[in-house]
């Protein structure tokens, strides 16, 4: 069994607490790159820059906007996880979330989480909210997740689980609810919530390195702030 997480960065991305997590699986996975998307296709780079780095005796380098995808085996029982994980892109969504899932039945995916981070009026004192959805029957019963009832403006989170669900993929959301008052990235308290999460979904344990440390360092922090 194959699962697909996937995150973007951007509007769906606050405090960059999503793609932190898929960041995370990938290190304690030891993520493997299956293939990267066309930046050609999918990206304005009037609005997604490029960046120009120094790679030492190489030279420099430029680095363009991407969506990788990478194999990880994930807990002691090493669930076999393929991680989606880019910037959100400015054009052709359709075709853009046809490519990833085209990709995702190549690579036998049985499953697709997405992760998002969002502001809301949540305290920094109290557990971060995880607002989760899913189209899986099994899991609502076991997780008490319902199927997705939002309505309005979506990113391209949202485009991609719809047009997943459609094509008869069984598709979870998992939103974390970032302090709105805090919101600068990072924000460890709300991936640890996602980590946790996804625990529950996925039935495994994932390995948190430092985040607990981190979470609690953040919320001192807060309190300090405060």
Not at 100 to 108: D, F, P, T, V, W
Not at 132 to 159: F, H, K, N, W
Request: glycine share 8%.
């Amino acid at each position: 069994m194959t699962v697909l997480v996937a995150a973007f960065a951007g509007w769906n991305d606050a405090a960059d607490a999503a793609t932190e997590a898929v960041e995370h699986l990938a290190e304690v996975g030891d993520a493997l790159l299956v293939t990267t998307l066309d930046c050609e296709d999918f990206y304005d780079f009037q609005f997604n820059r490029p960046y120009v780095v120094c790679a030492g005796e190489e030279g420099r380098e430029l680095v363009w906007p991407q969506v990788t995808v990478r194999r990880a085996k994930v807990g002691s029982t090493g669930a076999d996880i393929l991680l989606v994980q880019g910037d959100e892109p400015n054009m052709r969504w359709r075709s853009f979330c046809e490519e990833i899932l085209r990709i995702a039945r190549a690579e036998s995916v049985t499953s697709l989480i997405a992760l998002g981070s969002m502001l809301a009026d949540a305290p920094h004192t109290r557990p971060v909210p995880i607002h989760g959805s899913t189209t899986d029957s099994g899991l609502a019963q076991r997780c008490g997740y319902r199927p997705p009832t939002y309505e309005g403006p979506t990113g391209i989170t949202g485009v991609f689980t719809h047009l997943a669900a459609a094509s008869g993929l069984p598709t979870t959301s998992l939103w974390a609810a970032v302090p709105h008052y805090v919101s600068q990235s990072p924000c460890p308290k709300a991936v640890l919530a996602l980590l946790h999460a996804m625990e529950d979904v996925l039935g495994i344990s994932i390995p948190l390195g430092e985040f607990p440390d981190e979470a609690r360092a953040w919320q001192r922090g807060c309190d300090d702030l405060a």
